[in-house]
């Protein structure tokens, strides 16, 4: 009888625990977005830095898609779990750099969702081309593989 209230204790913080860290925007994992393109973020370390690959949907040259590393870093997370953060796309097929920043939501229906901004620089061949070298768009991530 003495022993089944830390029993008890220990059961339902093991019940509660992962309900309450789906509550949180994770932004370690696979995602895709309104483009189509696919991105995978890999851990983030004790700065809050984070590696990644990208494979873009879309390109502004004629060069053939491949995959692209990306580099970012992430806010610490508050108590509501939603971080802002920023990351770079150093394009392999293009001269292109592309930076994004965000911030990591849980929705409505309590799925996360990134919602970002981006620049994307392209390569010009001289100074006077480059009023046009600089694109600004958004776009909406979703996880590519959601649990229920
Ligand atoms: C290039 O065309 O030089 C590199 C590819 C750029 C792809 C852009 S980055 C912003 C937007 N979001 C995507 O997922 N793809 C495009």
């Not at 984070?50 to 610490?76: C, D, M, W």
């Not at 392999?92 to 994307?120: A, H, N, P, R």
């Amino acid at each position: 009888m003495v022993h089944t209230t830390p029993f008890l204790l220990v059961l339902s913080l093991a019940l509660v625990a992962p309900s309450l860290s789906a509550t949180k925007c994770v932004l370690t994992g696979q995602w895709t977005n309104d483009l189509g393109s696919n991105m995978t973020i890999g851990a983030i370390n004790g700065r809050g830095e984070f590696p990644g690959s990208y494979y873009t949907a879309v390109t502004a040259t004629t060069n053939k898609i491949k995959e692209s590393p990306l580099q970012g870093s992430q806010h610490r997370t508050n108590e509501q779990g939603q971080p802002t953060f920023g990351f770079t796309v150093n394009w392999s097929f293009s001269d292109s750099i592309t930076v994004f920043t965000g911030q990591c939501y849980m929705d409505k229906d309590g799925k996360e969702v990134l919602k970002t901004m981006w620049l994307l620089r392209s390569h010009v061949d001289n100074i006077e081309d480059d009023w046009k070298a600089t694109r600004v768009g958004i776009n909406i991530f979703t996880r590519l593989h959601p649990q229920k």
